[in-house]
């Protein structure tokens, strides 16, 4: 197995750090350990993120370090601009960091080419945006195969079986000709739940995927999202400001100004609430 | 007010303009060459009645210059209808926020009004200096006697009025789209339902049909008629204008099967399959984009075919062998610069094409981004684009050629049965059916390199960011 070349100082001091003790981050100080011996699927170490340069330059994410657990829904939560996407598209291949590393399970992505990082969207992370999902020219069939597609190949007997079970159970069934336009807002979410889950990957990533949904449907869809990380064991990273959404999750992690202020486990919506306006009063 | 928020990207104005001066130069290079053989003409003291040639010159000058008139409308009319579906949204917003449709219609009209004498006078100037020049150096070469030469003819304003109106027009005619956006469209639908999937104009259907029908029975009638008189032929004319009216305004019934069709002879890669969907999801898009260049390849193909059948019957009906010569050469000129003239309308045609491609590809920036983001390398979304761009050329191409050949036949047929009494097989004229499809082997890579590039620059990230 590719060891990654974690040396001690990379670690983040205790001075500035935000992670408590007994996070595993933590305890590995002086080993050579990999991500997956860490429980993680996807790490990111002294990341930052600049946008610009010279005096009108954003520092969106400023030396982050933090690991996202194997079989666990995290949710990201922070103001907006706290700079939620931006750490989803770097730790997604969708961008890439100024400096710092990413891991996506052994793998590290930071330094990846182009071409690299395509195929690592493609074969190893799904996602699952706040609205354009689907590609309108194709059904929901189309659609949920199109990871398949990419990759030029078809699903094997496992995965067809995987994929009848997922429409079946996301309620897709009848509606598996349907073009997006056809879908109704909380459809066309699980549709894109569906193909996210597909491919069964390391890691899906959720950009606000209740934002532009009525709260009721919202709410199904975050319950697909928690069903999926307790049963399937499908690790899921989702980016939400809202705090129902967020108290779905098994751990929530709050960024505010590009850092990570505070990281807890399942926390009920009115905590979660008052921990975010703390942090917009601090602000 | 609102009209100012509708103001477009310059870019999107470009090829109108770019069509517009095509057609009108083309006018206008047609009206000084005819202007000029008839002076050359008039000096010559062998040729007489130079009346004569005058008028058949005019009859020349006016049908060549019809033609490519009649292929720039309907491309501007689509290139319209691209942008108006394009700024779907924008318009929604402008009538949820109380701006009436007829207004916002008759602002994008009077667009196509600006931009159209704009291009006309880029043609006129274009036109007069090609004129100038060819005077300038036919007289010092001696191709041209010298006479007196008058390039500033106040006739040569006429294609140059005629271009501009037609514009305007068919800014009115491609912005008809524009009533039906309703202000709901801009609020809600998280995915981009285009109106295109949404209008499907049954009166269009049934007129379109209509047409078709009645004029291949008209254009049967010609051809038994011509078994026994040429007169058949004027029939068959107008068989053949009535059909063929019905194919371009049933062009979304009939280009996707046709690109159904020669999508599935790109195979099965994930590029090529989701390129022929693309071109069939959306038959208005793909019809607007092709139909042009069907009428330009039909008609290039239709006057080849029609001289080849004619020429093929005169030659053999003449016993001397030099005597076949001459007329065989004759014709052959004829022949190459009738093509020529035809072919200048496929280029506005292509032009159109090239310019549809790119808008759309602008148009689904969030769809490329999104593929991307999922996997969708780079190279796979240059191939998918160029394959699009392939597709929709030979799809276009190959129908031309069909009808083309179709209708250059019943031309030959109706004129020539009464005196072969009998049915003639068409004469196919293979170089210029190698320069056709040359020609639109060089335009689908010409209309996919600038989207293919734009297309591959597209970052998976702002894409995805809502605005
Ligand atoms: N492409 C970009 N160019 C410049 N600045 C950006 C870009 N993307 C994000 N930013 C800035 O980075 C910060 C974080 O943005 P983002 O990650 O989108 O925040 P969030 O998702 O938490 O609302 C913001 O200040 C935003 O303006
Ligand atoms: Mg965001």
Request: hydrophobic share 50%; proline share 4%; net charge positive.
């Amino acid at each position: 197995m590719r060891r990654p070349k974690v040396i001690p100082e990379m670690y983040p001091t205790p001075s500035c750090s935000p992670i408590r003790r007994g996070d595993p981050l933590r305890s590995v100080d002086d080993m050579q350990i990999t991500t997956t011996d860490l429980g993680l699927v996807a790490r990111v170490t002294h990341l930052s993120k600049q946008f610009g340069e010279g005096p009108g330059a954003v520092r969106a994410l400023d030396d982050i370090s933090i690991g996202i657990r194997r079989g666990e829904f995290t949710a990201i939560m922070g103001p907006s601009g706290s700079g939620k996407s931006t750490m989803m598209h770097v730790m997604a291949g969708l961008d890439s960091p100024t400096s710092g590393e990413v891991w996506i399970g052994d793998t590290e992505i930071s330094r990846m080419r182009d071409a690299e990082l395509t195929l690592i969207r493609r074969r190893r992370v799904g996602f699952v945006f706040q609205s354009f999902n689907l590609v309108p020219t194709l059904d929901v069939r189309g659609n949920i195969l199109l990871p398949f597609e990419l990759d030029g190949r078809r699903p094997t007997a496992d995965e067809s079986v995987w994929i009848e079970h997922l429409t079946q159970s996301l309620g897709l069934t009848s509606r598996i000709t349907h073009r997006p336009h056809e879908l109704s807002g909380g459809q066309q979410q699980r549709v894109a739940i569906a193909r996210a889950l597909a491919t069964r990957p390391d890691l899906v990533f959720a950009d606000e995927p209740t934002g532009s949904l009525d709260s009721r449907t919202g709410r199904e869809v975050l319950a697909l999202l928690a069903t999926a990380a307790r049963d399937y064991d499908q690790s899921i990273a989702m980016v939400t400001h809202d705090p129902i959404a967020a108290s779905h999750a098994d751990r929530i992690l709050f960024l505010a100004d590009g850092r990570i202020v505070d990281d807890r486990g399942a926390t009920a919506a009115e905590d979660i609430s008052r921990i975010m306006l703390g942090m917009e009063a601090a602000a | 007010m609102s009209i100012r928020a509708l103001s477009s990207h310059p870019r999107d104005h470009v090829a109108t303009i770019v069509v517009a001066a095509l057609s009108s130069a083309f006018g206008v290079v047609m009206l000084e060459a005819s202007g000029i053989i008839a002076t050359a003409v008039g000096t010559d003291e062998v040729v007489s009645g130079s009346t004569t040639v005058r008028l058949v010159l005019s009859v020349v000058t006016s049908v060549f210059t019809l033609i490519a008139v009649y292929v720039g409308a309907i491309v501007t009319a689509n290139t319209f209808a691209t942008i108006i579906a394009g700024r779907t949204r924008q318009i929604a917003l402008l009538r949820l926020i109380g701006a009436q449709a007829g207004r916002l219609r008759r602002a994008v009209a009077t667009e196509g009004l600006l931009v159209g004498v704009m291009g006309a006078i880029v043609g006129l100037v274009i036109g007069a200096a090609i004129a100038a020049a060819a005077i300038a150096s036919g007289t010092s070469a001696g191709w041209l006697p010298s006479a007196d030469y008058v390039v500033m003819e106040p006739l040569i304003l006429l294609p140059v009025a005629v271009v501009a109106v037609t514009t305007w027009a068919s800014a009115w005619v491609g912005s008809r789209a524009v009533t039906t956006v309703t202000p709901l469209a801009a609020v809600g639908a998280a995915v981009d339902a285009r109106l295109e999937s949404a209008r499907r104009g049954v009166a269009r259907n049934i007129a379109a049909i209509t047409l078709a029908g009645a004029g291949f029975a008209l254009l049967a009638l010609g051809v038994v008629i011509g078994l026994s008189t040429p007169i058949g032929l004027l029939v068959s004319f107008f068989g053949g204008v009535l059909s063929f009216t019905g194919i371009v305004l049933g062009a979304h019934l009939v280009m996707p099967p046709v690109l159904r069709l020669v999508g599935r002879a790109f195979g099965p890669r994930p590029a090529a399959r989701l390129a022929a969907e693309n071109a069939v999801r959306f038959p208005e898009r793909s019809s607007r984009a092709t139909i042009g260049l069907v009428i330009g390849v039909t008609l290039v193909t239709m006057f080849a075919v029609a001289m080849a059948s004619y020429r093929a019957m005169i030659l053999s009906s003449i016993d001397d062998p030099t005597m076949a010569r001459a007329v065989d050469q004759s014709l052959t000129v004829t022949t190459a610069i009738f093509a020529g003239l035809v072919g200048f309308s496929a280029i506005i045609a292509a032009v159109g094409m090239i310019n549809n491609l790119s808008l759309s590809v602008l148009q689904r920036t969030r769809e490329l981004g999104l593929l991307r983001a999922l996997g969708f390398t780079s190279r796979q979304v240059r191939g998918m684009i160029l394959t699009e761009s392939a597709q929709m050329t030979v799809a276009a191409v190959l129908l031309g050629l069909v009808l083309g050949v179709f209708y250059g036949w019943a031309a030959a047929q109706s004129i020539l049965g009464s005196l072969t009494h009998g049915i003639i097989a068409p004469a196919l004229p293979w170089p210029i059916i190698a320069i056709v499809v040359i020609g639109g082997a060089a335009l689908s890579l010409a209309a996919s390199v600038a989207p293919s590039r734009r297309a591959t620059t597209v970052s998976p990230v702002v894409a995805l960011t809502v605005q």
